[in-house]
C-alpha cells in the first residue's frame, strides 16, 4: 500500500492517533514527550506510531497534512497539530473534551459512551 | 543573514508584531556547537484575530516553510493576539529538554 494512504487509513481507523518519536513510555523528543504526556492525561487510550521506527512515515508524514514538523496529533481522521498546540487545548480543557467526543463517536450509534 | 535573522525579518514583515522572540534552542538539542536546528517562536500579533491555532501555526510554517525543508528541523510556535498574552501576563511556556531524537544514544558531534 502506499504510504499515504497506509496514514489515511491509520487516522481513519483509529479515532485518536499520534505520531511521534519514541512511545509514549519511552519518548526520544521532548514536544513528543510533552503532547504524550497531555494525551495520557486525559484518560483514554489512543494510538501512536513511532515515527522513528517507520522510517517510511517519518519521510512522507508532513506531506500528509501538510504540516512540517512531529508531534502530529489526529483526532477523528482531523490534525489538531503539534505540541505546542496539544499542550495548549490541554491547558485550556479542551483537549479532554476532544478526546472524549472521539472515542464516544467511535463506538458508534446506538452504543452507550461510558 | 543567518537563520535567526531571516526568521526574524520574515515573521516582522508578515506579521508586523508587537512583540516577538526568535530563540535559538539548538543548545539544548543533540546537535553541533553553533547550529540553527531549533527555534522557539514568539509572536504577538493582531493579525492572528479570529483564526485557530491550527490556522496560525499553518501561516508562519509556510512564511518559514524554505527554512524548514532546509536546516530548520524544529520549531515551537507560541501564537497569540495582545489580548491572549496580555492574559497571560507576557510570558510563553518554557520549551522541553532534548531526549535524544533519532539520535538517542549517541553523543553530538562537535
Request: charged share 20%; proline share 6%; net charge negative.
Amino acid at each position: 500500500m502506499d504510504v499515504l494512504d497506509r496514514i489515511k487509513e491509520q487516522v481513519e481507523s483509529n479515532p485518536i492517533v499520534l505520531y511521534m518519536k519514541g512511545t509514549p513510555q519511552f519518548p526520544q523528543c521532548g514536544f513528543s514527550a510533552r503532547a504524550a504526556s497531555a494525551l495520557m492525561d486525559c484518560g483514554e487510550e489512543f494510538s501512536y506510531v513511532n515515527v522513528l521506527a517507520d522510517p517510511e512515515i517519518f519521510e512522507n508524514l508532513p506531506k500528509f497534512a501538510n504540516w512540517p514538523t512531529f508531534p502530529q496529533l489526529y483526532i477523528s481522521g482531523e490534525l489538531v497539530g503539534g505540541c505546542d498546540i496539544t499542550v495548549e487545548l490541554h491547558a485550556a480543557g479542551d483537549l479532554h473534551k476532544m478526546v472524549k467526543d472521539a472515542v464516544a463517536g467511535a463506538k458508534g450509534p446506538g452504543q452507550q459512551a461510558e | 543573514m543567518n537563520t535567526q535573522q531571516t526568521i526574524q525579518q520574515k515573521i516582522r514583515d508578515a506579521f508586523a508584531p508587537l512583540h516577538l522572540e526568535v530563540i535559538n534552542e539548538s543548545g539544548m538539542h543533540n546537535v553541533p556547537a553553533g547550529s540553527e536546528s531549533h527555534f522557539k517562536v514568539v509572536v504577538v500579533s493582531e493579525r492572528f484575530g479570529n483564526q485557530r491555532l491550527l490556522q496560525r501555526h499553518r501561516m508562519i510554517n509556510e512564511l518559514l516553510s524554505s527554512e524548514l525543508s532546509g536546516g530548520v528541523h524544529a520549531l515551537a510556535l507560541h501564537t497569540m493576539t495582545p489580548e491572549e498574552w496580555f492574559a497571560k501576563g507576557g510570558k510563553a511556556p518554557e520549551s522541553p529538554q532534548c531526549m535524544g531524537g533519532s539520535k538517542a544514544g549517541q553523543k553530538p558531534a562537535s
